[in-house]
């Protein structure tokens, strides 16, 4: 019986290492690690509720992308979209935009190249209005049209929305 405990310790442990070298060899190699390059999403509002501010960066630490492209288009009734703001820049760390809060909704596209040529590519939309159920509070709401399963997910600000940007592949 205490083999076996002995067995199933040193598996987890080897089970830890092994976990821990695959993180840490691509640093001692000079390459960044996998973890390093995921990107995340946030949509946030200024502190008078004026302006949102949508910013794309990395998720774990400052990491240098080989291009970001971020846009915001505000949807029409009629389902056409009007370009608010867009950026695309090479060699750079974030981008951030602000936008008029009175123009949503708001449709959201991120698209973010790292610099072994994966790419990351994101849609969300977003729209705002007063809700009846928390005391007439501004709520963002935010559907994810990448996702159709996806439950809304609604946020009241000051607190931010922040959202993983998924890898799609590699650059050809």
Do not use: C
């Not at 199933?8 to 695959?22: S, W």
């Not at 509720?49 to 080989?66: F, G, K, N, P, S």
């Not at 977003?126 to 005391?135: A, E, S």
């Amino acid at each position: 019986m205490e083999r076996e405990v002995w067995l199933r310790a040193g598996m987890f442990g080897a089970i830890i290492v092994l976990g821990a070298a695959i993180l840490i060899t691509p640093s001692l190699l000079g390459r960044t690690s996998p973890l390093d390059s995921l990107p995340v999403l946030i949509v946030a509002m200024n502190h008078n509720r004026t302006m949102v501010i949508v910013d794309v960066t990395a998720a774990v630490q400052a990491y240098l992308y080989d291009n970001i492209t971020l846009e915001v288009k505000h949807t029409n009734p009629d389902f056409s979209n009007r370009t608010l703001e867009a950026y695309s820049r090479n060699d750079t760390y974030n981008v951030q935009l602000e936008v008029p809060a009175n123009e949503t909704p708001f449709y959201i596209h991120a698209r973010l190249i790292d610099l072994q040529g994966n790419y990351f590519e994101y849609n969300v939309t977003m729209r705002t209005f007063n809700d009846p159920n928390n005391f007439y509070k501004l709520t963002m709401v935010f559907n994810f049209p990448d996702e159709p399963t996806t439950a809304a997910r609604y946020t009241v600000p000051p607190s931010d929305f922040r959202w993983p940007v998924p890898r799609r592949g590699m650059m050809p």
